[in-house]
């Protein structure tokens, strides 16, 4: 085992270098406004210049909403005794992990612990390895944030891929007309002449990723899936299934961006629900457990939800009884 000192070294170089690509991005973002306000650009584009600033500040906001919103981790509540957590380990572990994930069933709901954390793991919930700690409702790690979009951020996140287009796309059109003439040569032959074909370059080459990343998450949120779901099915007790938290289109949109239309463009929390528990279409239909969850009873502890989170967790389920083909025991009509 490498000494302590040496390791916290390992671990301060570690939390610098994640901050690299945000730097790069931060530059890029500087120099972009830089070449644009300053040298492209001038007092005579009035019009231009008011909407650039409109689409800057909603972009920068976003993004600084994505870095800077902590994940929301599991409540302590669920934390287990150092001693509970080795017995635990020692139990799965000789089961076997499809054992634990399937074996669960028979006492009601799905075992999900991080021996990291040592918590049991609510729905949706997983561990980073980045950031070592277990993150509620995780998408995945994104390095472009140095931080990892979950419950608390996927909103921001969706923003900040939607303004960073519009920035892109806005830049590319009102640039092309001096990039036209750039090639034409009816341009004079100063600095602005290099700042013109790199915005151009860099803002159209950004489009295109940036179109394919957001057209691939706005998918995913249509569906209410995550990265991490789409990668690999969540467990039910009739077994995997990626759609198992799918409500329908307008449900799972409300459940990212909320009831308020108003702030659904606005980079400030508005999602409902409280990222331990996730209404869904598959439920067991036993009488005596008619919870909403997936996984049957659930044991974790949930925060006081508001008006409009509670409506969309206690929507009154309408049962549909002729889905045994797809051996669902019962299903919301979403
Ligand atoms: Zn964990
Ligand atoms: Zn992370």
């Given at each position: 085992m490498a000494p302590s000192g040496s390791r916290s070294i390992k671990n301060g170089c570690k939390r610098v270098l994640y901050w690299i690509p945000v730097l790069f991005i931060a530059l890029i973002v500087a120099w972009s406004y830089y070449a644009y306000c300053?040298?492209?650009?001038?007092?005579?584009a009035v019009i231009y210049l008011l909407v650039y600033h409109v689409i800057f500040v909603m972009f920068v906001w976003a993004y600084w909403q994505t870095i800077c919103t902590r994940p929301s981790n599991p409540l302590k509540e669920v934390s287990v005794s150092v001693c509970d957590a080795a017995f635990i380990t020692l139990f799965l572990s000789s089961i076997g992990e499809d054992e634990a994930w399937r074996g669960s069933a028979d006492v009601g709901y799905t075992i999900r612990f991080c021996d990291r954390c040592q918590l049991l793991k609510p729905d949706r919930c997983h561990h980073c390895s980045v950031c070592d700690r277990c993150i509620l409702k995780m998408d995945h790690h994104c390095p472009w944030v140095n931080n990892c979009v979950g419950f608390s951020n996927y909103k921001f996140f969706m923003l900040f891929l939607a303004y960073s287009l519009l920035y892109c796309l806005f830049i590319t059109a009102t640039d092309l007309q001096y990039f036209i003439k750039f090639w034409l040569n009816g341009l004079p032959d100063t600095q602005a002449k290099f700042h013109i074909l790199f915005l151009f370059f860099s803002a159209s080459m950004f489009s295109v990723s940036l179109a394919s990343l957001l057209t691939y998450h706005c998918w995913l949120v249509c569906k209410n899936r995550s990265t991490l779901e789409a990668v690999r099915a969540p467990v039910f007790r009739h077994g995997t299934d990626k759609?198992?938290?799918?409500?329908g289109l307008r449900k799972n949109f409300r459940q990212v961006f909320g009831d308020e239309v108003k702030y659904w463009p606005i980079p400030v929390f508005t999602g409902l629900?409280?990222?331990c528990s996730f209404p869904t279409c598959l439920v067991n239909v036993d009488p005596e457990q008619p919870s909403t969850s997936p996984t049957g009873s659930n044991p974790f502890p949930s925060k006081p939800l508001t008006e409009s989170q509670s409506r969309l967790l206690t929507s009154t389920p309408s049962w549909s009884e002729n889905d045994s083909a797809t051996g669902r025991k019962g299903k919301i009509a979403c």
């Open positions: 300053f040298t492209v650009f001038n007092q005579n759609s198992g938290f799918s409500l629900g409280d990222g």
